[in-house]
């Protein structure tokens, strides 16, 4: 369609996800117009990530040392770990700043039609952690979908073993959202998991 | 939120139109686990586009050499210029494979509230290549927005001293779109326009 390093910026675009040809097109002009250090510090921050990013020696989650600095930091609660599919579900739980604990990144979760299974997630490397006696509590925050849940169930039976407190992020009713809109299955849960007021 | 180099890359990434704090995130995570390969295909694709890429010295369009593929295509019929706001435009219309004329690129539209007017745009380009007899007509294909309504306008009243022809794009309803969903604007414009059929 263009001419060369325009259709080539274009295509390379539209690979990156949610990013379709409109938007690529869109994209590849404000870089066009862009001043050329500002197009060169995306281009840079892209390859730095690449390089010095990787992923936690203990937990698995990003980091550009050996260790995150979730891990490295000694004031967090070393008795519980959150575990989570993720890096970016990290960031999501420290954003509500609700939990002081330590995390678990598995990498993704259970799936089978992927060909996902437990070995092909960081749980290895989670019962060795607990190995060391100290941890007093496991939270399973996987996704509440299917797959998520899935890895709840096998990770559960898997810990129910050791001894360890194993909890699992509460299911209900968004707040803020409006009751009729809820779906059935999140309302049953939200029923289920009721919690006595007075 | 993120340590350094992620961090870096979600706020470079945010600065992308059309790329909120959530999908600079997704992305920034996807780029972290593709392929280097990849990555640095993307990060050359941008920094090319910036050393490669230049106007026509003829129309304004997007260019790798002096002159634009449609510039230097002699089976173009060099007797009708479209007029339009963007390279993309350029891109649109071709897309449609029913113009086989030349281009001009304004580069924008006249809009007095962000300082843009006639100066700002390539429109004296436009008139030297008017100098030169050969063309015979003028398609003013700016949007059809105030600001593109007003450059055609414009440049329709100083184009009219020319003794060529200038003609503008239809305003109607969109092909496959639902009548009752058309805003009066637009019916109205489709029945100002409206052709005999029979």
Chains 1, 2 share one sequence.
């Not at 117009?33 to 921050?45: F, H, M, P, T």
């Not at 509500?96 to 490397?125: C, F």
């Not at 989670?126 to 496991?138: A, G, N």
């Amino acid at each position: 369609m263009y001419e060369g390093a325009v259709q080539d910026l274009i295509d390379e675009l539209g690979r990156l996800p949610g990013v379709g040809p409109k938007s690529a097109q869109r994209i590849a002009f404000f870089l066009l117009d862009a001043d050329k250090e500002d197009v060169q510090r995306l281009s840079d921050a892209m390859t730095a990530v690449k390089e010095r990013v990787k992923h936690c020696r203990i937990c698995g989650n990003v980091a550009e040392q050996e260790e995150c600095a979730i891990c490295r930091d000694s004031r967090r609660d070393q008795t519980v770990i959150c575990v989570v599919e993720e890096s970016k579900d990290v960031m999501a739980i420290e954003r509500t700043k609700s939990y002081r604990g330590l995390y678990h990144v598995l990498g993704g979760s259970i799936n089978p039609i992927a060909g996902i299974g437990p070995d092909q997630l960081r749980v290895r490397e989670l019962m060795t952690r607990l190995s060391d006696e100290s941890v007093e509590e496991i939270v399973l925050a996987t996704d509440p979908n299917l797959e998520g849940e899935a890895t709840a169930t096998y990770l559960a039976r898997m810990l129910s073993t050791l001894g360890i407190k194993v909890t699992r992020l509460a299911s209900g009713l968004p707040v803020g959202g409006d009751l009729e809109y809820a779906d059935e299955v999140t309302l049953g849960r939200a029923f289920e998991g009721r919690t006595i007021v007075s």
